[in-house]
């Protein structure tokens, strides 16, 4: 009988995951090294690799752990709102609440791996690259049909808005990281709305 | 007589910088080491560290012409401009064409480093902020000025509007590198139009 259950090599799995996000959104994805982790975990090199195989599918799993994270942190609560103003404007606010806050040590996770990763080839470039089509598929579509809906401005084209809108976040996660604003919260909720042309 | 003249040694330094600078687009500032330049610049490593004495130094000197690149391509041909809202607009546009056309390899320098070093500390993360903060105030005085000559609306908030005009070329600079948008430099400069609260 192995010695550890398959629940305890989950909760093991898991741990490592944590730390590799935590570690990529300080020193990058490239930053995530397997003795690194094993370092601050107190395990052996063997022990992390084990779980994983290679870096690379140790990336991947901290793309997919922060791309959930993500998604329970901005999506989740906004798909419960009535579709058009309400939930757009959920979503808006949960993003600049979760760059605000962000469960990691170094600010948005995304923010550092898609600037690490943006003009790099390979599959971490494409995974991020992809992750990041789907949300801005997600949240064109809610401003379009916001737009249908008549909750905004008829003349507003919805891939300005996209564009403008999902700008915010980055200019919100340099204001608190890099300069330690802390109105700059106030100011991305005040930048959607005027993104959306509504009353502030 | 040393070999090498006063002038070939300038050369030598601006080549290393150049190359540096390319480096740090692609792979941070962390990712510009002895070994990489003399590589790619078929240099020994001496050759390299003797110009600079360390890497910190010459993480410095790519920051410091990395400034003067970008003071040169986004200041000095808006300064020519009257002042108001023919200097502002030269300024972003300028701001736009320098991220749809960056002079480095990676796309924006500075949205690669200081997104790099923000959550960092030790003096990398000091100049960058300082630096960043240096032309944030820049840009706050024309915003400003621009209101109280009567260019702007006199509502507009001249942090609001900052925050605002310098979340653009971040997203710019994601729209074009990660996702390989053409249309981005047209909806930034649209952006920052509305962001001002100008006719387009």
Redesign the interface.
């Known amino acids: 009988m192995p010695r550890n259950s398959a629940a305890e090599a989950r909760k093991t799995r898991e741990a490592i995951v944590a730390r590799a996000t935590d570690v990529a959104?300080?020193?990058?994805l490239?930053g995530v090294t397997i003795g690194r982790l094993a370092s601050d975990l107190g395990m052996s090199k063997a022990g992390v690799i084990g779980q994983f195989g290679s870096k690379a599918e140790l990336q991947m799993a901290a793309l997919d752990a922060a791309s959930q994270a993500f998604v329970e942190a901005v999506w989740t609560p906004a798909a419960d709102k009535a579709p058009g103003l309400p939930r757009l404007l959920a979503i808006g606010d949960a993003w600049v609440d979760y760059v605000a806050r962000p469960p990691y040590?170094?600010?948005c996770f995304w923010?550092?791996v898609?600037?690490?990763?943006?003009?790099?080839g390979g599959p971490v470039h494409e995974a991020?690259?992809e992750r990041?089509?789907q949300w801005?598929k997600v949240l064109r579509r809610e401003i379009a049909s916001t737009i249908d809906a008549g909750d905004l401005p008829t003349d507003l084209d919805p891939?300005?808005a996209l564009?403008?809108f999902?700008?915010?976040p980055?200019?919100?996660?340099?204001?608190i990281?890099?300069?330690g604003d802390t109105?700059?919260p106030a100011?991305?909720r005040?930048?959607l709305r005027?993104?959306l042309g509504v009353e502030t």
């Open positions: 959104s300080v020193a990058g490239e040590e170094g600010g923010t550092a898609s600037t690490e990763f943006d003009t790099r991020v690259r990041g089509q801005r891939d300005q564009f403008e999902e700008s915010i980055m200019g919100l996660n340099q204001s990281q890099l300069y109105r700059a100011r991305a005040t930048a005027r993104v």
